[in-house]
């Protein structure tokens, strides 16, 4: 079986986020990429797939500032092949991000495509339906729990209040991955060297796009701060306002 | 000014919160025709506040594929200006699906909406930290919205609107619903509750969550819980408040050492008041909070227990 | 398997026995039970691969130099708490335990006690290292708070995952200028290293901020490396993560070659240990000294400076990294003795036998995983001792215990009782301004 796992780049929010100068959009020049955190998830749900069974896994990512590191980090935890598309905009929205990503997996015939349900600056929608819809195939995202037996999937979509649905999807299909069965694998750094030493990335370049369907951020903006909260300095005060509303 | 398409929200046979007040914000917008996908007409009733429902006859349960493609039919019938969905795990299905089908385009985490010649939507993303607002063009466009951005009891009217139905496309079939799986009973009902004492991530430790059910016990509250304190397993899934736990609205909601994502404010922003202690001054929950302080949470929640025995 | 079930089934395999029906003796008969006897047991009759699987790891082989005289056990700071101890380890492993695999692996804070008083020399401080580094190379489970940290350092270059940008941060509200080197190169007689606690943590900011204004008022021409200074990585390397210390180390070095400076003052004993035995096995040999060798030498300068009284009981804890690995016992003592009014006493368990806090080799990043396997913080051990000297301040050298007494000052009831101060806090103090 054959896997493919997109990885996403996105600003690390340990970091203030710059904007640009009109107010558009971050200033990717002072942030710090980092691992989309879900797709770290579909990753290590891919892995346990393959360690469970018989797989191949293929990390894909487009090319942009650390992407090596982060291929190489993903070969280091269990992947067996990492791509970089190249000549993309790493920073395009979920509905570029698709075309490329179809564009570049679907020559791949891969029997999965696993990727992270979101990611912290999805203005534009879900990546994995998007790409579904591009490769023809079915998907079902929120995805916390995942089973594969011949050419189906058994999977556990979430919605709220602790429900789940199960659904079966037939294969090839896309699946949006909320959280991987255990906390994603740490890769040791002298593992992700010796693998930057021997391994390679192999590079595909980004295919025509055609027409994609675009909203244009016209505005960004940090949020207003401390507007709302009264600013309390001691545990009296608390006392007080829970005597206030009478629950104390 | 055209016709705005809500997309209904149901599970388990209940209509979602969530349906009403995308109702409310469509009336402020246009002209609301409400598409329900599955439902009853115990459902239709209470739909009162739209001009029109658009029903097509499906399995009662949800499924991305064949909601998707049935939303599809629907939009050809309608031809809105906007479409609204929740954000939900069930409305961003819907939302990206028809995206894709007809190319429209599409602004997800949205807290607000306007259709004044062009639409425009804003949006949180990045945990809150930016707000974004994305022009969608005349439309048709669809935008899903955030749960908790608008009232209700705005879009709650009982009634009969006029009821048109569209056939149910054949789908691609290669999604098939099996069953939905109820979360193990509950060992506290967290929605019932006046005043909860909610943690995130800022407690640190499985062990210290005993330093909240202490402050819990003097207020006669119970401990709820953000995503991070479920996902690691510290307490039951029935503690999570937020976009995939449960929606609170007690009289009194304290934060302890919880960020504020957007994703949880969401499960609590309309409690009657929220009191937040978290340790960085910048945490976007103080901007949802009636109170805050800026503190380590140990501390405050100690001295508070004393002070309240 | 626990050790209780280990020495069960270990007795369980003597219980055979020979009886011959006729044996006669010296021309006594014994036939019978008389001559009852147990079969002589071959004591190979262990699978002993795991331990010569462990000692044939480099560093990892003095393992098998054990000869279970306990010595260890006596000294072990966890096995004083818990069920672990160096001895206990070599006798699991001749019952077969896997190491890799235990959660013995992870309890050992190479406090190096061990290694004071065994007289074969088997030595933790190597052997753990190198079980944990095969055990995280070859995808053990490593416990989920230490991971967390190997990731943040991996990361951001400190423990804590926070901003790299933001580690000279401390220093806006030091009243006193730092230089910052990264920012603005400039010949320096020290270049002092802060590390992550002081860079990061509050309590920690605190002592920077005191480090600064002291070194301030002792004219010395010192400079950091601002934002571009790393986690020293020294417990990342004790942790057995060998490949983030050299990612760590090799920044650091490159760092520090690129300035022009006489000698590097570090703030914590961790630091210490990397930067003077560690990094010249990488290339990088410096004339360092920790806080307390720096300034205990210049007591001339210091003392005078030193007007206002601190008539308060202290007591001393001295750091592992500090103490019996690198033998200096006497600097944090001289400065403290030189404190106006200071009443200094000595806890039970001092110098080379200093009882650990419990938060080296990575035990910093570990206390929900030692919660399960010791019934009592080391810290809060060590808290109670300071109370029982009759102390009102603990004062420490080393960034790691602040934050860990602190905690335990608070868990052990002893809250308002005792106060845990860096020295050079308490030297900061007795400054006038």
Redesign the interface.
Known sequence: MKIVVPLKQVPDLVEDLELNDDGTGLDYEYLKMKLNEWDDHALEEAILTKEAGDAEVIAVALDGEDVDKMLFTALAKGADKAVKITGANPYAGNHEMAKVLANAISGMSPDLVLVGVQSAGDSDGWLAPLLAAHLGMPSVSVVTGLQVSGNTATVHKEYSGGIMAEFDVELPGVIGIQAARQTPRYAPVSKVRQIQQSATIEEVAAGDLGDVVTSTVEEMKHPEKGGGAKMLSDVEEIVEVLKEKGVA | MGDILVVAEH??GQLDEATFELIGMANGLGNTVVALIGGTDEMVSQLGAASKVVKVDAAA?????SYGAALGAVADTVNPQVVLTTG???G??L???L???K???????ATGVSANGSV?AQ???????????????SGP?IV?VVGGSAPADAGRKEGSPAVETVDAPAG?G??????????ES?DVDITTK??LVAIGRGIG???DIEVAEELAEA???AVAASRPII?AGWLP??R?VG?????VKP??YIALGISGAPEHLEGMKNS??I??INSDK?A?I?????????ADL?D?VE??TE??D | MTFKTMVRKEKEQKSSFVEKDSAIVDGIDISGHWNKMYQPREVMNYDITPLEDLRALPGAESIGNCYQCAQCIGVCPIDNVGDYGPRKIYRKLQLGMNLLESVDLWQCTTCMNCLRVCPKEVNMIDIMPAAREKAILDGKEVPAELQEMFQNCAEYGNPMGESPRKRARWAKKADVEVKDLSKNPEPVDVLWFVGDYYAYHGRGNDAAQAMARVLTKLGVNFGTLGAEERCDGDSQRLAGEKGLYEMLAEHNIEKFNSLDFKKMVVSGPHAYNAIKNEYPKMGGTYDVDHYTQFLSAMMDKLKPLMTKEFGKKVTFHDPCYLGRHNGEYEAPRTLLNAIPGIQFSEMFRNKEQGYCCGGGGGGMWLDGFMADNINERLSENRVKEAIAVGAEVLAVCCPYEVSRFEDAVKSTGNEGKLEVLDIIEIIDRCIEE
Not at chain 2, 61 to 65: C, H, I, K, W
Not at chain 2, 103 to 109: E, G, I, S
Not at chain 2, 177 to 183: E, T
Not at chain 2, 243 to 247: P, R
Request: charged content about 20%; overall charge neutral.
């Open positions: 599970l388990n349960d949800f499924n991305p594929e939900s795990s069930m961003m299905e939302a990206n699906s995206s894709a089908q190319n429209w385009p599409l602004a997800v985490a425009k949006a949180a993303l990045f945990g809150g930290k930016i707000i974004a607002t994305t022009d969608l063009g466009c899903a691609a290669k999604v098939h619903f099996k069953k939905l799986i109820m979360p509950a006046d005043v430790s499985k062990d207020l006669d509250a996902d899934k029935s999570q976009k995939s736990g449960l929606k009289k009194v009657s008041t009191i937040a910048n976007p103080f901007d949802v909070a009636h109170y805050g302080m800026v140990f405050v001295e508070l002070a309240l």
